[in-house]
């Protein structure tokens, strides 16, 4: 069930948002006299209708849920108009009239970061003696690194629907991937307890992080339509709006400096980010920390100093996305390697491969690292016979003109926990029926990642009961409070664990039920298939006569139970800690062919080596997998989000903004599970996998580039993704790299 597929109660009445058609700028009059009188209307509401604090900002407050005074980005909410239709809603909005006064637009973080305008101030991870070790250096170069960000479309547009309860109370289903924040936020903008706001979540049709924390404000403005006007209140987003009002992936300018020693070890790193915020904070300080965290993806750099500016434009406030920073960290230093491997006059992956972390080694947040990074690189050169693709491509190079072949390694990393600590933490809710059936609530949201696959997979094996005997219940918060959002790629260890606490907790008192239903001691009982074992013998008590003798007997048949990551710790003021549970890492092998006289391209094969721990659910892993690499892919490529110098999304339309479909997948993923078994904060040892396959397509970008530097060793083409076929076009030839290049 989503949003949509929920029926509506008799008298629901619809929302929509008149939201301001420029950039920035401060309101000087608004009129909703003819939009309160349009057909069907039954209430315009704007910020100083709001009963509570017009504030919907969770880790700055610097968003308003309605513009009050001035406005920050095109397409920010000003004022709500409930009506009886959705047509009459939208229509009414159109009749809204404000007269803004424009002000300075600012859409380059650059820029911002010139102007000081932060969101926070900046951060500085460090480690080793940077000024020291360029002295050692044999190579140092430096250069720029950009990325673009990218629209989360995902199929279920944002929205939400609020129905008013008894006692005014309100409930309300949400597509979120953070249903407590749903509440809090509805709680503060209507002055309510958090006790009268109750959160449902049936299923997601994808979040991808955009609806982690962007989910709010819809919710908000339902609900401030319920307070108003006592009846159920439905918003749905259109695909228009959800692209121009919310915000996306961070796009990210990037200047770094390398060094390398005469063996092509790295030995220093300097790089500062300007990571281009939008309006307001958002989840962007979180995101500025995990791209420090991932400065140096999988390698081993003993003295770096890296720098992050959160730098506040006129754009809708960017947001969580798949990587949460990390790939823009990533990007960078592979632009870096790249750049020294050209100037140096070697292959990439020389560079790439000399300097994998190995166990042992820190991180620059001072976190040691247990890693798998030269096992995954190993395993992939040897199972995909690197030598024999590098002669394929080298013999087809050589044998065609207009087509030409590029290959590059990817090798990833990535920390798996919040990096905030206190959000490790999670809960879940077991309840045994008289039958034997059981039912298991949790904070995590089911989005199409295969979460409750995984909590139902915990659950019956703990159990040792069939699927069908297990329930996962929708996500609410009346079932479960103050939970995190699903998202971090820790859903499944969090929940799942707290899980595995809740069934175990209830397997013990069953066991001791049984061992005086048996005359034994608990110790000997064991349950397996739904029957009984005593002394590993079967014994005619099943599990759900078990299940009765217990509850004749007054024991509870429920259990809540808490997790929370053990071992993990960060401290700001040194920036240095261990802030994960574990890494996980892998190495990816991308082939792409370019059609020189078009620009266009296709990808022959991605071929991977993820480390996996014990995968729990290989097809649930294989899947995401599969979609994190073509979604990476697509960032890398060819999705181009445009805002014009007024801060207009251009990209406003799927017409416009292009995203991989069925053709433009890879012709082969293949994908190797390494296996290891010692990663005990993982559910079950299974390693998250919800995040890191999408860093893999970070590879698409430098294949590309070695395609065209076949074609043309002289381009130099510049490290501003996404390499879309234009950009492959103009770095084709000689002389237009150079134009290019002053204009990007
Ligand atoms: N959200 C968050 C995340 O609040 N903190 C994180 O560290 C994170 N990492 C990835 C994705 N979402
Ligand atoms: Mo996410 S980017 O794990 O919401």
Redesign the pocket.
């Known amino acids: 069930m989503y949003l949509d597929d929920i029926p509506l109660q008799r008298g629901t009445l619809f929302a929509a948002v008149y939201d301001s058609p420029i950039a920035h700028g401060k309101i000087i009059s608004l009129d909703i006299n003819e939009a309160s009188q349009s057909p069907g209307v039954i209430k315009v509401i704007a910020a100083k209708d709001i009963p509570g604090e017009n504030q919907i900002g969770g880790i700055v407050p610097d968003e308003e849920l309605l513009a009050h005074e001035h406005v920050h980005f095109c397409g920010m909410p000003i004022v709500l108009v409930i009506a009886e239709t959705e047509e009459f809603a939208r229509e009414a909005a159109k009749k809204v009239k404000a007269v803004i006064e424009p002000l300075h637009v600012i859409t380059d973080p650059r820029e911002a970061k010139a102007k000081n305008e932060l969101i926070i101030p900046p951060r500085t991870f460090r480690c080793g003696d940077v000024a020291q070790a360029w002295k050692e250096c044999q190579h140092v170069f430096s250069g720029r690194a950009d990325s673009n960000g990218q629209e989360h479309l995902y199929i279920e547009t944002q929205g939400a629907y609020a129905i008013p309860m008894e006692n005014n109370s309100i409930r309300i289903f949400s597509s979120t ?1 953070g249903p407590t924040a749903v509440q809090r936020c509805c709680a503060r903008v209507l002055g309510y307890p958090m006790h009268r706001i109750e959160v449902d979540v049936t299923r997601l049709g994808g ?1 991808f ?1 955009g609806k ?1 924390d962007q989910a709010n404000a819809w919710a908000a403005l339902c609900a401030l339509g319920v307070h108003h006007v006592k009846r159920p209140v439905k918003f749905s987003l259109h695909r228009m709006e959800d692209m121009r009002m919310t915000g996306k992936r961070h796009p990210y300018s990037s200047d770094y400096k390398i060094g390398l020693d005469k063996n092509l070890k790295i030995i220093a790193y300097e790089v500062d980010f300007y990571q281009n915020a939008g309006a307001a904070a958002d989840l962007s300080p979180a995101v500025l920390e995990r791209t420090l965290f991932h400065c140096t993806n999988s390698y081993f750099i003993p003295n770096v100093r890296a720098t992050a500016y959160s730098c506040r434009t006129h754009l809708p406030p960017n947001t ?5 920073g990390g790939p823009q960290g990533m990007f960078v230093i592979e632009s870096a390697i790249a750049k020294a491997a050209e100037e140096i006059g070697v292959h990439p992956d020389e560079i790439q491969k000399k300097n994998l972390i190995q166990t042992g080694d820190k991180f620059p947040y001072g976190q040691s690292a247990v890693s798998d990074a030269v096992e995954c690189w190993n395993e992939a050169e040897k199972i995909y016979d690197v030598r024999k693709i590098r002669k394929e491509v080298e013999t087809f190079n050589s044998k065609n003109f207009l087509f030409k072949k590029g290959m590059a390694f990817i090798p990833i990393c990535f920390g798996i926990s919040f990096t905030k600590t206190l959000m490790n933490q999670a809960r879940a809710l077991v309840h045994i029926y008289t039958d034997g059936s059981v039912s298991v609530a949790t904070g995590a949201v089911e989005m199409g990642q295969g979460i409750n696959t995984k909590i139902l997979q915990v659950a019956s094996k703990i159990f040792s009961l069939s699927p069908a005997k297990v329930r996962i219940q929708p996500t609410s918060t009346d079932k479960i409070a103050n939970t995190s ?1 699903s ?3 820790s859903t499944a260890d969090l929940n799942g664990k707290a899980t595995m606490m809740a069934c175990e907790k209830l397997l013990e008192r069953l066991k001791q039920r049984a061992a005086e239903e048996l005359k034994t001691t608990p110790e000997k009982i064991s349950i397996k298939d739904e029957f009984v074992y005593s002394n590993d013998e079967k014994t005619k008590l099943t599990w759900k006569d078990l299940v009765m003798l217990t509850y004749v007997s007054r024991i509870s048949l429920s259990e809540h139970a808490h997790y929370a990551t053990p071992e993990i710790n960060f401290d700001l003021t040194k920036e240095k800690g261990h802030p994960f549970a574990y890494h996980v890492y892998g190495t990816a092998i991308l082939i792409a062919t370019i059609d020189c006289l078009r620009g266009t391209y296709e990808f022959d094969a991605v071929k991977v080596v993820h480390d996996i721990g014990s995968g729990m659910s290989p097809m649930v892993d294989l899947g995401q997998c599969e979609g994190g690499i073509v979604q990476g892919i697509g960032w890398m490529t060819m999705e181009e989000i445009v805002y014009d110098k007024d801060g207009r999304l251009r990209s406003n339309a799927l017409s416009t903004y292009k995203v991989p479909d069925v053709y433009s997948v890879p012709k082969e993923i293949s994908v190797k599970f390494l296996e290891n078994d010692n990663n005990n904060l993982a559910v079950f040892r299974s390693k998250a996998v ?2 890191p396959p999408l860093m893999y397509g970070i590879g698409a970008f430098f294949a590309l580039r070695n395609a065209i530097k076949a074609f043309n060793p002289a381009a130099r083409p510049v490290f501003s993704s996404p390499m879309t076929p234009e950009k492959v076009l103009m770095s084709l030839h000689k002389k237009p790299v150079a134009e290019v290049q002053k204009t990007i």
């Open positions: 991937q979040g992080g982690e969580a996305f798949r990587g949460f959002p998202a971090a790629s919800g995040e």
